[in-house]
């Protein structure tokens, strides 16, 4: 299985969001939940490496992330995760993306291409800079689009509303899963500034647009 690239810093959903809740300090996920999450990806067959806490500003900071190696798909674009975000999204690339591809593409999914994991930023445009982004805490991932094993690159920049009912298909199927998986999930139906991706949040918030 191909090795997950590449291990940098990438900023996700580089413009404005569902507004987050109000700045607070960061609450740190227990260290039972962190590990049984660690037991849950072992169990799974996923590759990862658990990453240490540290702080990175006012209401930024990287606790119980860890850094996905291996999910069975090659992923590009994607860095320190929460576990808990890191579990949806390797079950969702896993479970519903690939099987979505096959069934309704006919083809192999061959490559995932994120767009950023953590930042430490707000959220733009909300609140007059008193709100963080999701991907502030690493809890948080941008998925631009997929390549199959036929050569076929499907982006949601320029599929989102394409004219092959079949990859509009593939795209809608693989957002309805994943409102089962994340809290939030943000697309090109929710505004401009997710015209090029989607945003998959681990916060229970119930918000899928």
């Not at 540290?54 to 119980?64: N, R, V, W």
């Not at 576990?83 to 519903?96: E, K, L, Q, S």
């Not at 979505?100 to 083809?107: K, M």
């Amino acid at each position: 299985m191909a090795v997950l690239l590449p291990f940098v810093l990438l900023a996700g959903c580089g413009r404005s969001e569902r507004p987050s809740p109000p700045r607070v300090d960061i609450v740190r996920p227990p260290a039972r939940e962190v590990a049984q999450c660690h037991a849950d990806l072992r169990a799974e067959g996923v590759a990862f490496r658990a990453l240490p806490d540290k702080p990175t500003g006012a209401g930024c900071g990287l606790y119980g992330t860890v850094q996905l190696l291996d999910i069975g798909v090659p992923v590009t674009g994607i860095t320190a995760m929460r576990c808990g975000n890191a579990r949806a999204f390797a079950g969702w690339v896993r479970n519903a993306v690939a099987p979505a591809a096959y069934q309704e593409l006919g083809s192999e999914l061959t490559r995932v291409t994120g767009m950023g994991t953590y930042a430490c930023r707000d959220v733009v445009g909300a609140g007059g800079g008193a709100r963080r982004s999701g991907h502030a805490t690493a809890n948080a991932v941008d998925v631009a689009g997929f390549t199959l094993r036929d050569g076929r690159q499907i982006t949601v920049a320029r599929d989102w509303a394409s004219d092959d009912p079949a990859v509009r298909g593939f795209l809608q199927t693989i957002r309805r899963s994943a409102c089962r998986r994340f809290g939030t999930v943000l697309s090109p139906d929710y505004n401009a500034a997710h015209r090029d991706h989607l945003h998959l949040e681990d916060d229970a918030a119930g918000f899928c647009r």
